[in-house]
């Protein structure tokens, strides 16, 4: 019975969430390393961006997205928002009957598992900076590493706009990581799901001794790992179904979302989250 149990358990999908259309990079990075998982994915675009709102509602939309996606009868969850992960996470850990992961964990572990010198850097959102919660997951695991933040806002839109690797995208990385390449970093973590796009012009700036780390990557690793250990993973190979739910259409919204994912947009759904 048991066996049985665990059987159709591994053949239910996996719930992944953000307040907009960037955790779809964490999406492509799942489909790359679980082929075989279907994915749920919802994107809160009709209350974007959860950084500017206070953590008590950014608690209240990600449970209400948690909700959603459990009576989608999901067995795991990812949190692929970096302001939900930094307030949310441990609510949702406690209170969900499913294994929950977030994406800030995962990045700050193969950060410090690859870094020499133990100088690690971060770019993120100054909401992400300013909530600590880089700061607090760095020092709870290695105290004695050097660390430094540095917000990149307009990263964000270089990503949203597709200008990924011109001179407005190289001048305004050149603008934003020139002090923290002077602190003699050999990791950086892209703490911002939009990042990754722009990973060729980061790369560019800071040169081939820094090792930049796309939290998308060991997130979709540790899922892995974890539905392994628990038994759940999917039984047999297959190409999965992706089926994305919104709570809102934006502009360019199709243009945006292919990018990130990095295939074409289906199955994309119009829903309602109070």
């Given amino acids: 019975m048991r ?3 665990l059987g159709r358990r591994a053949r239910r999908p996996i719930g992944v969430f953000d307040s907009g259309l960037g955790g779809l990079t964490v999406v492509r990075q799942l489909r790359r390393i679980l082929p075989a998982e279907e994915i749920r994915y919802l994107g809160d ?4 961006p959860y950084g500017t709102k206070s953590t008590d509602e950014i608690r209240r939309r990600s449970e209400e997205c948690a909700r959603f996606l459990m009576k989608q009868g999901i067995k795991a969850l990812v949190i692929a928002c970096n302001s939900a992960s930094s307030v949310a996470y ?8 499913i294994p929950v992961l977030d994406v800030i964990t995962p990045a700050v572990e193969e950060a410090l ?7 690690v850097g971060v770019i993120a959102t100054y909401a992400t900076i300013e909530s600590g919660s880089y700061a607090r997951s760095l020092e709870a695991r290695f105290p004695d590493a050097e660390y430094f933040l540095k917000p990149c806002p307009l990263f964000v839109p270089l ?3 597709g200008w990924l690797d011109d001179a407005i995208a190289l001048g305004t990385a050149r603008r934003y990581l020139g002090p923290i390449k002077k602190k003699n970093i050999d990791t950086l973590i892209l703490g911002c799901t939009h990042y990754p796009l722009l990973g060729k012009v980061i790369a560019k ?3 081939p001794k820094v090792r930049l780390i796309d939290s998308a990557i060991p997130t979709a690793l540790k899922l892995k790992e974890l539905l392994g250990r628990k038994k759940i993973l999917f039984p047999s190979k297959r190409r999965a179904p992706l089926k994305i739910c919104i709570t809102d259409y934006v502009r360019n919204f199709s243009r ?3 990018a990130f994912l ?3 947009l289906r199955s994309v759904k119009l829903v309602k989250v109070p």
Avoid: C, D, Q
């Fill in 3 to 5: 066996k049985a149990a």
């Fill in 45 to 48: 675009l009709a209350h974007l």
């Fill in 90 to 97: 441990k609510l949702l850990s406690e209170k969900l009957p």
């Fill in 113 to 119: 598992t690859s870094s020499k010198n133990f100088r």
């Fill in 159 to 161: 990503a949203e706009e």
């Fill in 205 to 207: 700036v800071m040169g």
């Fill in 256 to 258: 945006i979302g292919e």
């Fill in 262 to 264: 990095g295939e074409e």
